[in-house]
């Protein structure tokens, strides 16, 4: 008998505030190494990765313009088939993802099944969450959507639940309906139930049998939808939505629109750990299993404890130490740039912060200093009204846009690697404690031909210090901005 193809389809969008400081508009915490040395999006792609028991298609991504190289260059580090990027115009929920995402999967296979899993979550044991998954595959092909129930640990007031109409058998279950986040009693009543499972937000499905539950009950993102995945086109890698047919569709969630009325939904229940890491108490909950000290203490290896209580205290530089004295229930999470400090009562509550730091219009509310590019990332060592110093690395065999500036001069040195340098007429290589003048006006461009990370320094001058001071000339680095 064949094996069942599955398509998996990652959702990579995201506000990037639940757990701000560390995660950030500009770049949400899918991408970070919130737990472990991957990030949670690399997790999540190596998570549905063909074994010798289930096999995968290269994945689907849905992301934004804004991520779509970092996308690409972090399944590029853990070699993992890039698969199709699609690039969303604007955030519309996850209906309108997981309709585009099985109208494009339908292009190339009309039978196909799709695997819709978020990028943020944490699942230890691959072994198992493959296990379920095999699970759900039996359930399509009788025509079912199939979503992944979470056995409960606790109370949770910060998730969804699955009420079902027996208690979870082996298998599937039939769902009753879905349950908003409760508050502390309800949750009690409900785990001591027996019958609610926290919504993992996880389905299994035939393409097919999704678009037919969509044409009964959100019939009005059919058209919508289909004319941006129709008119999308591809660039330079990735697949474009059709932008203006995009900003038609609605902003719903899969599960308002669709998985609350489906009477084609059942339950396959996940026993083993999980965690969604909505925010840092989740992060407190998920190491302090195995990664707290004696009282509770989860902290990061530049950070101390004297006399501290069940609280998280992490650093996210390593030159930066963090001390926690006589603390009990905190978390205390440091960044170059910003401090988060609150009582794990209130961790649901960081998401509140970025709004208001937005109406002061401070820059840590949805930017780094570290800016991220398709070529590697900047980050501002320092900035005054005349002067700005930058530290650049740019990934082994990339290159920046050939371009000039009307308003000020550039001086770059090597500090890691080697450095192929055009400035006007000149092409010359320079490596490390070797530096380069970049005269105002001069049309320039920076590339690695080497095959590890190069790193300089680069020091701007002039007047007129604001990135659209830039004028990129029309070759082949160029377009790929």
Known sequence: MAIQHIQPVI??????????????????????????????????????????????DPHITMTNNDFRFTVAQQLAEIDVDQGSIIIEPMAKNTAASVLAACFYAMKSDPDAVLLVAPSDHVIPNQEAFHDAVLAGLEQTAHGKIVTLGITPTRAETGYGYLELETTAQDGATTVSKFVEKPDQITAEMMVAAGYYLWNAGIFLFRAAD????????????????????????????????????????DDQSIDYAVMEHAQNLVCVTFHDAWNDLGDWGAVWTHNA?????????????????????????????????????GLKDIIAVAMPDAVLVAHKDHAQRVKAV??????????????????????GWYETLALRDRFQVKRIMVHPGAALSLQSHHHRSEHWIVVEGTAKVTVDDMVKLITEGQSVFIPLGAVHRMENPGKMPLVLIEVQTGGYLAEDDIVRYEDKYARIQ
């Not at 509770?296 to 001390?323: W, Y």
């Open 11 to 56: 959702l990579a969008g995201g506000a990037g505030t639940r757990l701000w400081p560390v995660s950030r508009k500009s770049y949400p915490k899918q991408f970070s190494k919130i737990i472990g040395d991957a990030s949670l999006y690399q997790q999540a792609a190596r998570r549905m990765v063909s074994s010798n028991r289930i096999f995968f």
């Open 210 to 249: 999704m678009v037919a539950a969509f044409e009964i009950y959100a019939p009005h993102y059919l058209a919508a939808v289909g004319r941006a995945v129709d008119h999308g086109v591809k660039d330079l890698g990735f697949y474009r939505l059709d932008a203006v047919a995009w900003s038609e569709c």
């Open 289 to 325: 299993a195995d990664g707290a000290d004696d009282a509770g203490v989860v902290r990061s290896a530049n950070a101390l404890a004297i006399d501290c209580h069940d609280s998280l205290l992490r650093s996210e530089s390593d030159d930066q130490q963090i001390v926690g004295l």
């Open 354 to 375: 970025v709004p208001m730091l937005r109406s002061k219009q401070v820059r840590q509310a949805d930017a780094f200093p570290k800016d991220h590019s398709r070529w």
